[in-house]
């Protein structure tokens, strides 16, 4: 089973600031299988980038994620009030779906 | 446009069995393709994938709960369900019901399921 370790937990960034975020897997991954998604408090998962760097439908352009094999990184290029909120990575492989423990974006 | 909605009793009784549905609407739950799974979300903790299943009805679990899981399909009332059998405080969370392939972009609401006696 591969496993997603997200890094860092929580970051705490400014409104504005570029927020990157890093999500490692255990053993590789096909880029076509890496996704992201953001949750707020209270709600469901979105998704924001499928197969490692193509954004979902009406998700701005501001994100974007790239990687490849192991390493795969989510960037917000400038932060806005409502993207702090928490951030997941997760993998499809041999049938089998995982997400990564999360990384917490915090206003500073 | 497609919507999917969580439905079942928000309290289970330790050792006793979790059954969830998910009623698919502005869609058709035998479209070809398509996986239809459950995830779930312990309070204040991660993403936890339960299991899917295809079209087709082949059916895929997580390892760690592959001997309590149950996932099957309604085509006649265009729903999916979920039976989590010998529950335990651990499996309280809000539990999601989601179409997906490779990932996952269509979710429900999601429901919260306490274990408590």
């Known amino acids: 089973e591969i496993v997603l370790t997200q890094s860092p937990g929580t970051l705490s960034l400014s409104p504005g600031e570029r927020a990157t975020l890093s999500c490692r897997a255990s053993?590789?991954?096909?880029?076509?299988?890496l996704a992201w998604y953001q949750q707020k408090p209270g709600q469901a998962p979105r998704l924001l980038i499928y197969?490692?760097?193509s954004r979902a439908t009406g998700i701005p352009d501001r994100f974007s994620g790239s990687g490849s094999g192991t390493d795969f990184t989510l960037t917000i290029s400038r932060l806005e009030p409502e993207d702090f909120a928490v951030y997941y990575c997760?993998?499809?492989?041999?049938?089998?779906?995982?997400f990564g423990q999360g990384t917490k974006v915090e206003i500073k | 446009q497609l919507q999917l909605q969580e439905s079942g009793p928000g309290l289970v009784k330790p050792s006793e069995t979790l059954s969830l549905t998910c009623t698919v609407s502005?869609?058709?739950?035998?479209?070809?393709?398509?996986?239809w799974g459950w995830i779930r979300q312990p309070p204040g903790k991660g993403l936890e994938w339960i299991g899917s299943i295809y079209y087709s009805g082949s059916t895929y679990y997580n390892p760690s709960l592959k001997s309590r899981v149950t996932i099957s399909v309604d085509t006649s009332k265009n729903q999916f369900s979920l039976k989590l059998s010998s529950v335990t405080a651990a499996d309280t969370a809000v539990y999601y019901c989601a179409r997906h392939m490779w990932w996952l972009p269509h979710w429900g609401q999601g429901t919260l399921v306490t274990v408590s006696s």
């Open positions: 997760q993998q499809y492989g041999s049938s089998h779906w995982t």
């Open positions: 502005g869609g058709s739950i035998s479209s070809s393709s398509y996986y």
């Open positions: 053993q590789s991954v096909s880029s076509s299988y």
């Open positions: 197969g490692a760097s």
